[in-house]
């Protein structure tokens, strides 16, 4: 599997419901960020998680972090429509830069009216 | 405020030919990156600018990939010549020092035909 490898790679739910993805990693890592990407749009940044840190909470999101399974899930709570995205997750790895992000392949999310 | 801005959103060009890509990140960033997606693939790091200068160019593909930062302002990408497998989208983000988070510009996508 690759470093930031998400699960599932594609998740449809109806509105209202809760969305779940995860992410496993290979290495050690300084912090573990979730980004999101609009159709034809950038790369959104949702939340990060340090490394000592297990749980972290933004809103309708919830982020934690497991590093002795090196693994993070990202909850959504609520969906809307407008939460159909693809969810990224992002590892700046320890002994390196923070800026040197290591992606993984995505979470296709489509959130039904 | 203004965020990462890339042109061209799309760029369609034949094996052999040149294309230049350009980034203008956010006024006053002084960290500029470029990240790019290949089909199929996790999107993965290129290189760092701090103002003028190359930081790390480690995830430079190969010598037909030339980055620029005159200035230290906005980023030009060249590839030259391209080839089919440089198809893809190219990420171009900016961050102040020392910031955990990058700002992404919405790509500039690549087909090589």
């Known amino acids: 599997s690759q470093q930031g490898e998400e699960d599932p790679q594609a998740l449809s739910i109806q509105e209202g419901e809760n969305a779940t993805m995860n992410c496993s990693y290979k290495?050690?890592?300084?912090?573990l960020q979730w980004y999101r990407q609009n159709s034809g749009r950038g790369l959104v940044h949702l939340i990060l998680?340090?490394?000592?840190?297990r749980e972290k909470h933004s809103g309708r999101l919830r982020v934690t972090l497991d590093t002795s399974k090196k693994s993070s899930s990202l909850l959504i709570t609520a969906s809307r429509a407008a939460d159909t995205a693809s969810y990224f997750c992002?590892?700046?790895?320890?002994?390196?830069?923070?800026?040197?992000?290591?992606f993984g392949k995505g979470t296709l999310l489509t959130v039904n009216p | 405020e203004a965020g990462v801005t890339q042109f061209p959103s799309h760029s369609v060009i034949e094996k052999g030919q040149t294309v230049t890509l350009r980034c203008d990140p956010i006024?006053?960033?002084?960290?500029l990156y470029w990240y790019r997606r290949v089909m199929g693939k996790e999107i993965k790091f290129l290189l760092h600018?701090?103002?003028?200068?190359?930081?790390?160019e480690s995830g430079m593909p190969n010598n037909r990939f030339l980055a620029e930062r005159t200035g230290g302002t906005y980023s030009t990408l060249k590839v030259q010549p391209a080839e089919l497998e440089d198809s893809g989208v190219y990420f171009c983000?900016?961050?102040?020092?020392?910031?955990?988070?990058?700002?992404f510009g919405a790509g500039s996508r690549l087909t090589v035909l």
């Open positions: 006024s006053g960033h002084d960290n």
């Open positions: 290495t050690s890592i300084n912090n």
């Open positions: 983000a900016s961050s102040l020092t020392g910031a955990n988070v990058l700002t």
């Open positions: 992002a590892t700046a790895n320890s002994g390196g830069s923070n800026y040197k992000l290591t």
């Open positions: 998680i340090r490394s000592n840190e």
């Open positions: 600018f701090v103002k003028e200068s190359k930081q790390d």
